[in-house]
């Protein structure tokens, strides 16, 4: 009996001495209620589901920023986006990661893990003032900031290009049809494709609301003129079906090591053009048959993990990169408004919460967080408030990588909490939109728009903003900073002084 007492602790230890396996799933403009296990009553989502039932669902869940390459920009580079001045970026718009900076990639990269992005990048590509040559190596990129291997959408499916780009070449392309991308009109060299500003009957596929009509390719208008390679043009009806297409090549590929893997879907974004066996799952049209879409891509990765047994000892994180939209950009027949608030034919994607995509209030940044590792974390549910920004630091934790005094200034150590082994999560926490709030304990402070500029006085009161609790309100629907403005005046106080400090990481 002892020798089998042993022998299991020994088979247990060696079983956390293998370094696990990372994927990250990670949707575009999903909703905190756009899920099943999170609310949910009119989109089914059965893999993320089994996911979320499998491993901890994190109800106080948030990427840092309310839009997608700001978040982006700080799930990988544990770094506020406001500090380097990201925002969301047009089709030619440079790298906005440092290529000196440490990130994800690199991190898994020093302790020895194979590393790759599939899907969406939205991180620009080219260097600043230098425009990108998508007929030849088109660099730096995400190559250039620690990853092994690529196959992306460069910027967003509703933004030129519309081509694949795998490590530093356009999938497909052809030389004699070469790309050329603009800001207010075709080049003539190439393929020119019809402009939705004057032709509006080209967008056969759906019209678009506002700002989507320039090229217009496969029926849809886009963001920004592209001419040249065609043969070279994605297809949005079987986007989703080419990455994990490209998921299950890589995986099987390296599969004998330890691998990241960041799985950066384009669904819900718009346009949504959700597969036609999709079409129908649901009541609410596209944007609720692309988010059945999206869980069908989670379950195909699932699926793949568990036919090379790699479910075990790998850490599957679920999450969005901001909360939902609903019309942005095209008229699919998705909005419609309730009172005061939009929702998708009455369903909410951000739940109880107030506002979704673009706003500051909870529903732009509370995202489905999902983190499972069969190895080692038990299922539940956690109500500690965590965000992405801080995977970066604690992975280095896991990993035994020492973080030097610059990198990573923001990412705090929450690796106790990510595993489920504390119910204690940050203490404070920034979010982000158009300005930034506080989140202290129960209570949010929301900047005023005279806040966002550095004031030195020491005593100076409060300006002009918004206070909330969270515990009482959790919809912020009624504003307390006038009962309240010792405490807004030391949220503001606290806030403005992260912000000088350049970091939060000690």
Known sequence: ???????????????????????????????????????????????????????LRFTDGHCSAATCTPSRFSLLTGVHAFRHGVRV??????????????????????????????????LGIGQKGTPVDWNGEVKPGPLEVGFDYCFLLPSTNDRVPCVYLENHRVVNHDPNDPIFIRKTSPDPRSTIYPDG????????????????????????????????GK???????????????????????????????????????????????????????????????????????????????????????????????????????TVTKT?????????DGSGIYRGGKYQIYEGGTRVPLIVRWPARIKPGISDALVSQIDLLASFAKLLDVELGPDEARDSRELLASFLGESKTGLPFMIEEAKGLALRRGDWKYIQGKK??????????????????????????????????????????EQLQQLVDAGGIRE
């Open 1 to 55: 009996m002892p020798h089998l007492l042993i022998f299991l602790l020994l088979l247990a230890a060696s079983a956390f001495a293998v370094q696990p396996n990372v994927v990250i799933i990670y949707g575009d403009d999903v909703g905190y209620a756009d899920v099943g296990a999170y609310g949910s009553e009119l989109i089914p989502t059965p893999n993320i589901d089994r996911l979320a039932a499998g491993g």
């Open 89 to 122: 970026l047009g089709p030619n718009a440079p790298l906005t990661i440092p290529l000196g900076a440490m990130t994800l990639p690199k991190l898994f990269g020093k302790a020895d893990y194979a590393t790759a992005v599939i899907g969406k990048w939205h």
């Open 197 to 228: 500003k004057t032709n509006r009957e080209a967008m056969t596929y759906y019209q678009s609301s506002h700002g989507h009509n320039n090229s217009v390719i496969n029926g849809i208008g886009r963001i920004g003129y592209m001419s040249g």
């Open 231 to 333: 043969s070279a043009l994605w297809n949005d009806e079987t986007m989703a079906d080419e990455y994990v297409k490209q998921m299950r090549s890589y995986i099987a590929a390296n599969k004998e090591k330890p691998f990241f893997l960041f799985f950066s879907s384009q669904d819900i974004h718009v346009p949504r053009v959700p597969h036609p066996r999709f079409i129908g799952k649901t009541e609410l049209g596209h944007r609720g048959d692309a988010m059945v879409q999206f869980d069908w891509s989670t379950g195909e990765i699932m699926k793949t993990l568990e036919e090379h047994n790699l479910t075990e000892n790998t850490i599957v994180i679920f999450s969005s990169d901001n909360g939902p939209v609903y019309d942005d950009g095209y008229r699919d027949g």
């Open 339 to 347: 009172s005061s608030k939009e929702t998708d034919h009455g369903h």
């Open 451 to 492: 806040s966002q500029k550095k004031n030195k006085k020491q005593n100076a009161k409060p300006s002009a903003g918004q206070l909330y609790n969270l515990k009482a309100d959790p919809g912020e629907a009624k504003n307390v900073i006038a009962a309240h403005p010792e405490v807004a005046k030391s949220l503001q």
